[in-house]
């Protein structure tokens, strides 16, 4: 039986085991410290993130031939669970009095995206 089941999870497809990232690059506006962002993203770690299966860190450079641009890194367990959270996220801004466009509003502020990729990592 062990046999079988080892078998079975070889079989899956690796895509069904990897993890999506999410990578938004962005810069701080004129008057927003690292500091202010890194306090909005952790209401959103704490507050969004955690109940849809989704949290970010944000990488800031200390060595780049860009030092401007700092790197937002969402993780979700696969891609299917990022386009659930997403699809969440998305319906939720509907709402302007919802935790989701308060935190938009607050990074809109705060931030300007220049691009955003996805990845699945292994």
């Known amino acids: ?8 999870i070889l079989m899956l497809p690796t895509s069904l085991l990897a993890d999506h990232v999410d990578v938004i690059e962005g810069q ?5 410290s690292q500091e202010k962002y890194m306090a909005i993203v ?11 299966a989704y949290q970010a860190e944000v ?9 401007t641009s700092m790197f937002w890194v969402g993780r979700s367990a696969s891609t299917a ?14 709402d302007p009095d919802s935790l989701a466009s308060s935190l938009a509003g607050r990074f809109d502020e705060c931030s300007t995206n220049l691009g955003r990729r996805g990845y699945m990592s292994y």
């Open 28 to 32: 701080l506006n004129e008057g927003c």
């Open 81 to 94: 669970a990022f386009g659930v959270a997403f699809d969440q996220w998305v319906k939720d801004l509907t």
């Open 42 to 52: 952790t209401e959103f770690n704490e507050k969004w993130g955690e109940k849809n």
């Open 59 to 67: 990488l800031f450079p200390i060595q780049s031939n860009n030092m």
């Open 1 to 8: 039986m062990r046999k079988l089941i080892f078998v079975a």
